[in-house]
């Protein structure tokens, strides 16, 4: 992990279009592609894989300090490929038993702290887009360019619903309307880190933008940090 390695920080709510603008950026760059939100889904499926029980807190922590993982948007940036000790695991976290190992493994302390440990390892050479809920406020603190994105409930709900209906899930506007204000003030109310834009960080309401519009403007904004940056560090 080289100390001047680049990093821009994507954070904000849940159907922002963070995920989406990540990978874009990320292969636009040929930056290095960290999906935080992935990450305690992946530690479970590693945890199951290798027998570990959801409170062996002494192998879950070595186990997530030595996380074999990759996310790979190389052959398809439509989509981030999940790469775990070599297997392509993109939809096997999705499962609910790796869903509900993840809820067990993310109440202990000491493995929440040795993933952290792990996300930062993440940053390496030419550069690294983050991508989560915390990421420009807890995990890379000293980024050079930090983004808040975020849309309307409403937008969010539409996105969510489109994405389940392409799936063939039924579902109604109204209750994902309900359930992302509900997810909204959870995270910006929690005592650990809650989701909030970080100091200086570029602010982009989605609601009425395309998603070049958005990257765009990100590459411009990053842009302008990282030439500051590097004029820092020479004088």
């Known amino acids: 992990m080289s100390k001047n390695t680049p990093v821009i920080t994507i954070d904000g709510p849940s159907g922002s279009g ?5 990978r874009i950026l990320a292969d636009k760059l040929g930056w290095h592609l960290l999906d935080s939100g992935a990450i305690y889904r992946v530690l479970a499926l590693a945890a199951i894989h290798h027998g570990f029980a959801a409170d062996d807190e002494e192998s879950l922590v070595a186990l ?13 940036p439509e989509l981030t490929h999940i790469i775990l000790e070599g297997e392509d695991v993109t939809m096997t976290i999705r499962t609910q038993e790796v869903a509900n190992m993840a809820s067990k493994v993310a109440a202990l302390p000491r493995v929440r702290e040795a993933l952290l440990r792990r996300q ?12 989560g809920r915390d990421m ?16 309307s409930p409403e937008e969010r709900a539409r996105r969510r619903f489109e994405q389940l209906r392409e799936k063939g899930i039924d579902a109604k506007i109204d ?18 880190a809650p989701l909030c834009a970080a100091e200086g960080s570029l602010f982009i309401d989605s ?29």
Do not use: C, M, Y
Not at 18 to 22: A, D, E, Q, W, Y
């Open 175 to 192: 209750q994902l309307i309900t359930e992302i204000r509900e997810r909204d003030e959870r995270d910006t109310n929690r005592s650990v």
């Open 64 to 76: 997530a300090g030595a996380l074999d993982v990759k996310f790979d948007v190389e052959e398809d």
């Open 207 to 235: 609601t009425n933008l395309t998603i070049t519009e958005v990257v765009d403007q990100i590459l411009e904004f990053a842009h302008g940090k990282l030439s500051k940056s590097e004029t820092s560090s020479v004088e």
């Open 120 to 131: 930062r390892a993440f940053k390496d050479l030419p550069g690294l887009v983050a991508d």
């Open 136 to 151: 420009g406020t807890v995990v890379f603190t000293d980024a050079a360019a930090k983004v808040f994105l975020t849309a």
């Open 18 to 22: 963070k995920g989406t603008v990540s």
